[in-house]
C-alpha cells in the first residue's frame, strides 16, 4: 500500500514540475491526475498497485474535510459578508458541473458497443 501512495504523489509531483516548467495554465496535481489516468489503462500493474492506497484514501475522505470545516468555522465573519454570492456561485458551480458531467456520460456511453 505504502508504493501505491508514493505513486500517487509522485503522479502528482509530475504533474506539477511539468506545469511550472511548461509554464501550463492548469494546476499541477490536475496534470498529473491525468497523467495517472493514461497509466492505469496502458498498464494494469499500476492499478494493481494503486487500487489498495486509493480505497483507503476514498474510505478515509471524510477526514479530509475536516480543515475545510475548521477553516470556515474560523473565518466565518468574513463568508457572512459575501454569503448571498457564495451561495448563488456553489449553487450555480454544482448544477454547471452536474450537467456537464452527465453530458460526458452520455456521450462515453453512446461510443461503447
Same mark, same amino acid.
Given at each position: 500500500? #505504502?508504493?501505491?501512495?508514493?505513486?500517487?504523489?509522485?503522479?502528482?509531483?509530475?504533474?506539477?514540475?511539468?506545469?511550472?516548467? @511548461?509554464?501550463?495554465?492548469?494546476?499541477?496535481?490536475?496534470?498529473?491526475?491525468?497523467?495517472?489516468?493514461?497509466?492505469? +489503462? +496502458?498498464?494494469?500493474?499500476? @492499478?494493481?498497485?494503486?487500487?489498495?492506497?486509493?480505497?483507503?484514501?476514498?474510505?478515509?475522505?471524510?477526514?479530509?474535510?475536516?480543515?475545510?470545516?475548521?477553516?470556515?468555522?474560523?473565518?466565518?465573519?468574513?463568508?457572512? /459578508?459575501?454569503?448571498?454570492?457564495?451561495?448563488?456561485?456553489?449553487?450555480?458551480? +454544482?448544477?454547471?458541473?452536474?450537467?456537464?458531467?452527465?453530458?460526458?456520460? /452520455?456521450? #462515453?456511453?453512446?461510443?461503447?458497443?
Amino acid at each position: 500500500m #505504502l508504493d501505491g501512495l508514493l505513486i500517487l504523489l509522485a503522479f502528482q509531483f509530475a504533474g506539477d514540475l511539468l506545469v511550472r516548467t @511548461l509554464g501550463l495554465p492548469l494546476p499541477g496535481p490536475v496534470l498529473g491526475m491525468v497523467l495517472l489516468l493514461i497509466a492505469l +489503462t +496502458t498498464r494494469a500493474a499500476v @492499478l494493481q498497485r494503486v487500487a489498495p492506497a486509493a480505497n483507503l484514501l476514498i474510505g478515509n475522505l471524510t477526514l479530509l474535510f475536516f480543515p475545510i470545516g475548521i477553516g470556515i468555522v474560523l473565518e466565518w465573519e468574513r463568508y457572512s /459578508k459575501h454569503g448571498l454570492a457564495l451561495l448563488v456561485s456553489i449553487v450555480a458551480g +454544482t448544477i454547471i458541473a452536474l450537467v456537464l458531467v452527465t453530458a460526458l456520460l /452520455k456521450l #462515453l456511453l453512446r461510443s461503447q458497443p
